[in-house]
């Protein structure tokens, strides 16, 4: 079990960046994979990116590839998502998830809140 808590959402001009952090307690942290989704208005959950256990595998949506950056901190139980080049198509919700094994959401089993992105254009 494990419980995620998102932060780091927030207004920003197209071009810009934002750092989102996920911290997640509960001592499993390390043994899962974690992921970013993000769902805007009207849209299906889509996935955005996800990294592994140890850190030495990322993957990523063709959209944001080139553009955000996945990591973890494992000591800290903490995963990023650092976003620059920022669009008004990266617009959402953005919500972190745990024991990510499938671009789709419908394989996630734990979530966070969310934390709102905006860009404005």
């Known amino acids: 079990q494990v419980q995620l808590v998102e932060s780091g959402g927030g207004l920003v001009q197209a071009g810009g960046s934002l750092r989102l952090s996920c911290a997640a307690s509960?001592?499993?942290?390390?043994?899962?994979?974690m992921g970013w989704f993000r769902q805007a208005p009207g849209k299906e959950r889509e996935f955005v990116a996800a990294?592994?256990?140890?850190?030495?595998?990322?993957y990523y949506a063709d959209s944001v590839k080139g553009r955000f950056t996945i990591s973890r901190d494992n000591a800290k139980n903490t995963v990023y998502l650092q976003m620059n080049s920022l669009k008004p198509e990266d617009t959402a919700v953005y919500y972190c998830a745990a024991d990510v094994t499938h671009e789709s959401s419908s394989y996630v089993d734990y979530w966070g809140q969310g934390t709102q992105v905006t860009v404005s254009s």
């Open positions: 990294i592994s256990w140890s850190g030495g595998n990322t």
């Open positions: 509960g001592r499993t942290f390390s043994s899962y994979a």
